[in-house]
């Protein structure tokens, strides 16, 4: 089910993601909205790729994962570009739905729940050997304390390392329930996701049955 590499140096299609999330990180890098408000956000691109590094010996994950992973990551690249202040997406979205919010931090927050949750699904049925059944449930709620743990993170910086940007660093827009919603949206996506990958797995375990001698 989860094909994986045991050596980096032998992983191309890993390579060519990584190196074409360095290219793009690179262009991002250009004239930032906020050169301060940049560093911050990519606090967490540095933090999960020393995580992801630093575990890549003792666990590796399937390239699918990991490109789920990257692209996360790239969406919350370019938004941090911006400074989560309104994007070329937003403008889009303004002028297709009629938004008077910018929701692109909101399709952040949704994609971490629907791209996550599968390495994380990933994750718990190889290193904690959880059942099937178990991890579809699991995974959602652990995307969720993930989710609300981030809100809290985003509280600190902005109390300890940055007070005086306070709330246009948190992005809120005014909205008192702000935080609520994104981790609303990031347990919606989560739910999705895991709801596709049991139709995916049920499926694949229909064929696989299908084509298998009868009797003994």
Known sequence: ???????????????AMIGGYAVFWLWMLIKPYAWYNWWLENLL???????LGGAYRWFRF????????????ALHTYGAHYSYNTTPIDRLMHEWFGFHRDNFDRVVHFSFGLLIAYPAW????????????????????????FGAFYELIEMWVALIVAPEIGTRFLGTQG???DSHH??????IGAVLA???TAAASHLAHRRTTRHLPEGG
Do not use: C, H
């Not at 990933?122 to 304390?145: D, N």
């Open 45 to 51: 691109v540095l933090a999960a790729a020393a995580g």
């Open 175 to 177: 909205d008192i329930w």
């Open 194 to 196: 895991m709801a596709a």
């Open 62 to 73: 399937s390239n699918r994962s990991y490109a789920l992973i990257i692209l996360f990551v």
């Open 1 to 15: 089910m989860f094909r994986t590499e045991r050596r980096f140096r032998k992983n191309r299609i890993l390579q």
């Open 122 to 145: 990933e994750f718990f049925i190889r290193a904690a050997g959880l059942r099937k059944g178990w991890s579809y449930g699991l995974t959602p709620v652990v995307i969720l304390s």
């Open 182 to 187: 994104d981790m609303e949206a990031a347990l």
